[in-house]
């Protein structure tokens, strides 16, 4: 059975790191979503090369990582590559990539307000945690999500537990 697991981080570097822990554990890129605010306008089309927002160009940063990690990282790379701009309804701008986004475009498209409840609900989650989720992207936090098998959950939570912003019945 195939588990949806989410959880929502103070900052987009925060998330990234989080993204690479996971791939390094073994969980593929396809399967991994993040949903980051881009209200503050952190994210630029024109000035794509710190996408993890730690102050170094991304392309020397990711050179240094494959050295140290090796082939891991490739997915990631290539997901964190495939960030696009988008306007959601209630949420304003955000920077998204890997499958939940397509949920939430296809929402934000129609000009549905919640399009990432809606994603998020659609996929498992329940419709109160949504809310919390959708509202802390909207504050500036960035959304990470992910697909699993569900005997890779005691391996997998931990890596997102340990940095990820605690509330309520989501955390």
């Known amino acids: 059975m195939t588990i ?15 993204m690479y822990g ?19 306008n ?8 710190d996408r993890d927002r730690d102050g170094v160009d991304d392309r ?4 240094a990582t494959g050295a140290t ?15 696009g701009m988008l306007a959601i309804p209630g949420l304003g701008p955000v920077v998204a990539a890997g499958w939940l986004v ?10 549905v307000t919640g399009g990432t409840i809606g994603a998020l609900t659609e996929a498992g989650v ?12 909207r504050r500036g936090g960035t959304l990470l999500t992910v697909r699993i098998p569900d005997g890779d959950r005691a391996r997998i939570e931990p890596i997102l537990d340990r940095p990820a912003v605690k509330f309520g019945s989501a955390a």
């Open 60 to 63: 020397a940063q990711g050179a």
């Open 126 to 137: 329940s419709e109160k945690d949504a809310h919390v989720y959708a509202e802390g992207v």
């Open 4 to 18: 949806i697991l989410t959880r929502l981080y103070d900052n987009y570097a925060t998330a990234s790191k989080v």
């Open 22 to 40: 996971i791939e390094a554990a073994g969980i593929p890129a396809s399967e991994i979503s993040i949903v980051a605010s881009n209200a503050d």
């Open 42 to 49: 952190w994210y630029s089309a024109s000035n794509p090369h």
């Open 102 to 111: 397509s949920t939430v475009t296809v929402a934000a498209a129609g000009g």
């Open 69 to 83: 990690i090796g082939a891991a990282t490739g997915g990631v790379a290539g997901l964190l590559a495939g960030l």
